[in-house]
């Protein structure tokens, strides 16, 4: 660990003993503390009042039963989570992720990560997450609606407008949201629109919101290439995944004149050095929920190739936006990255880049974009669907997308002047946690222990 500061190890050794196995909340704490031990020195009253301790420790973390039955007529027994982490800015905010893979020290590590990029907006929110261990693939539409009904009837009880506002993930989309808000209106007897974002456009949702981790990721990557001299323009781009925040990444860097030649799901990945037809991507994926291998059977052409096997990674490209999950690029990827001439990697998953694969594009000169920073276009957006459905107004998708676009530029600058401040410019991993830190500490200082 290269954590210099005393109390910062004390402070990490701390968050093992006390949340043992929970490896990736372990990663998402440990390189936040890499980069503050320049913020302690220079502000002495973050450790004298914990600051940094209590941040670690969720201020609620909620686990329960959820039971529902099948087509076939089986009760089915899935485990629900929603961890509350801190809530110094404002209510907490944070999506509800549905996949097998969910347990608790997923749940904290996305929520740990969701207060850094929340206080990066500069909004008015705070960080938490949810989800359950609950897989939506291969269900049906009647199966998938008593399971959000079940799990909402244990939630509602732990959320509101104005104490902890759940939005989508992986395996949550607007239908899931729509389920779900279903159920809490029937049991609250109230049409509170601002409990859940990611709604549908009729009934309180927003503009951009379906767009918004995708093109604000890539905003974020245009302002990078900006402070550079550079753009889009005639850019080779590899995106993982093909869920809705690649697509719309695609979408994005295709409207900025670069060419995404390739992008992937969990069994493979598909290569079109002609640049990917995004239609055909969407009605794949979005249309009828199928495979990436289907790209080429209906693209045809010499320039497209599946691959079952090997990296997308391998794939040589000007830039990198790792979009399906986390811990997806290692130190090989990101060796196989530099060696074919991949200049900039911005997150678009929560934590995709292992510490290895960090330190791998760090030492090499390779620009780095951290997800706190690089993905908060959705979260940001949806603190714009809340000020909507407090004002009862609706906005336009130009103007939303001016808001984003605006608020990406904000973070990217501050990422950048707070690196600059603490002495390691150019370095946006460090310039968004400490920027993303002090925000959220010195709201806990003014609010006292507590």
């Given amino acids: 660990m290269s954590v210099v500061d005393e109390k910062l190890q004390d402070i990490y050794d701390e968050v093992l003993r006390r949340n043992p196995g929970e490896t990736e909340f372990h990663q998402a704490v440990r390189e936040v503390l890499d980069s503050l031990g320049a913020v302690v020195a220079k502000n002495p009253q973050y450790a004298e009042a914990a600051v940094i301790g209590r941040l670690c420790e969720p201020e609620r973390q909620i686990i329960f039963k959820v039971a529902w039955v099948d087509d076939s007529g089986t009760v089915q027994i899935n485990r629900g989570f929603r961890v509350e982490f801190n809530s110094a800015l404002g209510p907490y905010k944070g999506g509800l992720r549905f996949h097998p893979s969910v347990n608790l020290g997923i749940v904290k590590f996305l929520g740990f990560e969701q207060i850094f990029k929340n206080s990066l907006t500069g909004m008015p929110i705070g960080g938490g997450k949810g989800g ?261 107004d609706s906005w336009t998708f130009e103007h939303t997308e001016e808001r984003l676009a605006n608020i990406m530029r904000g973070i990217h600058d501050r990422c950048m002047e707070t690196a600059d401040e603490y002495g390691v410019p150019g370095s946006y991993l460090i310039g968004a946690n400490i920027a993303g830190f002090t925000r959220a500490a010195d709201a806990m200082l003014a609010q006292g222990i507590i």
């Fill in 132 to 392: 359950s261990d609950f897989d939506p693939k291969g269900r049906s539409e009647a199966e998938v609606m008593r399971f959000c009904q079940a799990f909402m009837t244990e939630l509602y009880r732990h959320i509101g407008e104005y104490t902890d506002v759940p939005a989508g993930d992986i395996g949550v989309g607007g239908r899931e949201v729509g389920y779900l808000f279903g159920q809490y209106k029937r049991i609250t007897n109230r049409y509170e629109s601002g409990v859940l974002t990611g709604k549908g456009l009729s009934w309180g949702g927003s503009q951009v919101r379906t767009e918004a981790t995708g093109y604000g990721l890539v905003f974020f990557t245009d302002e990078v290439l900006r402070a550079r001299g550079d753009s889009f323009e005639g850019k080779q781009v590899v995106v993982s995944g093909s869920g809705n925040v690649a697509i719309y990444a695609i979408e994005k860097v295709h409207q900025l004149g670069g060419t995404v030649v390739a992008c992937s799901d969990s069994a493979g990945y598909v290569v079109d050095r002609d640049g990917l037809d995004l239609q055909l991507i969407k009605e794949i994926k979005l249309g009828r929920r199928g495979r990436i291998s289907e790209y080429v059977d209906l693209k045809g052409g010499t320039a497209t190739r599946y691959a079952k096997e090997g990296s997308i990674w391998e794939v040589p490209c000007d830039i990198a936006l790792p979009s399906a999950t986390q811990n997806e690029l290692n130190a090989a990827d990101a060796t196989s990255l530099i060696a074919n001439g991949c200049t900039i990697v911005a997150e678009g998953a929560n934590m995709p880049c292992t510490p290895g694969g960090i330190r791998r594009l760090t030492e090499a000169g390779v620009v780095f974009a951290p997800g706190k920073a690089a993905n908060a276009g959705g979260v940001a957006t949806s603190a714009l669907e809340m000020q909507q459905n407090a004002s009862r």
